[in-house]
C-alpha cells in the first residue's frame, strides 16, 4: 500500500464517563481511496470520522495526516492547520450545527474567507449553482428545508476543493436526484473519501472498501466492498440487514434481509 494519507495507529478513544469505544484500532486510507464506514446505530462511525478530522484527539495511539501526528501541537501550527482544514473536511450527521453565518452566500464563502483561498466569489457561484442554491444566496441558512440545509453544508465543504472528505450520513435528507449528483461529482473528483451510510445502494455505487464496526467499535471488516455487501451476516452485525418474520402462504419463517437492496 502506498504511504497513507490517513493513519490510525493503535487509537483508543472513550467518550467521558463511557465504557472505551475503540481500543487498539489500526487503519490506512491511501489517496484517492473510496471507502464505505458502514455499522449500526451507536457503533462509532460518527466519533471514528470526528477522530479522522482532528476534532477529537485519541486517549490512545495517534491519528496521522500526511505522516504527521494530529495534536494539539500540530494543530496549533499555522501553516500546518491551514493547510490540515482545506484539505481534510468533515460533514457533519447533522450540517445545520456547522451553519450560522446569516445567508448562504456568506455561508459558502466563510471558509474559503478563512483560508485565504483564491477567487472566492467564483467558489460561491460553482458550488451554489452546482446544487441548486443560487436563488437561495440571499436567505439565512436556518431558513432551508432540511434536504437544502444537508446542500449547503455540502457546498461549503466542497467550495475548499479538500482532498479528503469524510462525509457523515451525507445523504440522510437529500432527494434521488441530488444523491445521484452527489455520487457522480465525488466519483469524478478523484478525492479521497470516508463516507459513513446505513444506504446499501450509496455504499454499493460510492466505495471500493468498506470498514464495517460491530456494536461497540470493533472493527470487523476492513476489505473490499462487493464481498461485504454480498455477506449478509456482516450486513446484520453492521445493522443493515435483520431478520424479519414473513409469511408466505400462511407459513411463517424468518428471512435475512437488506433492505435497499433485495427486494425478495
Ligand atoms: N458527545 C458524546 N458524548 C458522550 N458519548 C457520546 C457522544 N457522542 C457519541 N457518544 C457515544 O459513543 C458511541 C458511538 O456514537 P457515534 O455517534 O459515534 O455512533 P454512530 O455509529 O455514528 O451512530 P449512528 O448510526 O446513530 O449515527 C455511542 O455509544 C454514543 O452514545
Ligand atoms: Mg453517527
Redesign the pocket.
Known amino acids: 500500500m502506498p504511504e497513507p494519507l490517513l493513519e490510525f495507529a493503535g487509537v483508543g478513544y472513550a467518550?467521558?464517563?463511557?465504557a472505551p469505544?475503540f481500543s487498539g484500532l489500526d487503519l490506512r486510507i491511501a489517496a484517492g481511496e473510496k471507502v464505505v464506514l458502514l455499522?449500526?446505530?451507536?457503533?462509532?462511525?460518527?466519533?471514528?470520522?470526528?477522530l479522522a478530522n482532528g476534532l477529537l484527539a485519541p486517549s490512545a495511539g495517534c491519528v496521522r495526516w500526511q505522516g504527521r501526528t494530529l495534536d494539539a501541537a500540530s494543530l496549533r501550527q499555522r501553516d500546518f492547520a491551514r493547510a490540515f482544514r482545506r484539505d481534510n473536511v468533515l460533514l457533519f450527521?447533522h450540517p445545520e450545527a456547522m451553519l450560522f453565518n446569516p445567508t448562504v452566500h456568506d455561508e459558502i464563502a466563510y471558509g474559503p474567507r478563512q483560508l485565504g483561498l483564491a477567487g472566492v466569489e467564483a467558489r460561491v457561484a460553482r458550488w451554489a449553482g452546482e446544487l441548486g442554491l443560487d436563488g437561495l444566496l440571499d436567505q439565512p441558512p436556518y431558513a432551508l428545508s432540511g434536504g437544502q440545509k444537508q446542500k449547503l453544508a455540502l457546498a461549503c465543504l466542497l467550495a475548499l476543493d479538500p482532498q479528503f472528505l469524510a462525509l457523515?450520513?451525507p445523504t440522510a435528507s437529500l432527494d434521488p436526484r441530488t444523491v445521484g449528483w452527489l455520487i457522480d461529482t465525488l466519483l469524478e473528483s478523484g478525492k479521497t473519501l470516508l463516507v459513513?451510510t446505513?444506504n446499501l445502494s450509496l455504499a454499493a455505487e460510492l466505495g471500493e472498501r468498506a470498514l464495517v464496526?460491530g456494536d461497540?467499535?470493533r472493527l470487523l471488516y476492513d476489505g473490499p466492498l462487493a464481498p461485504a455487501l454480498a455477506d449478509l451476516e456482516l450486513l446484520q452485525a453492521a445493522?443493515l440487514a435483520h431478520r424479519h418474520r414473513h409469511r408466505h402462504a400462511g407459513v411463517a419463517h424468518a428471512h435475512l434481509h437488506a433492505h435497499d437492496w433485495e427486494s425478495s
Request: proline share 8%; glycine share 24%; hydrophobic share 30%.
Open positions: 467518550w467521558p464517563g463511557a469505544l455499522g449500526p446505530n451507536g457503533a462509532g462511525k460518527s466519533t471514528l470520522l470526528r450527521q457523515d450520513e459513513s446505513h464496526l461497540a467499535g445493522g
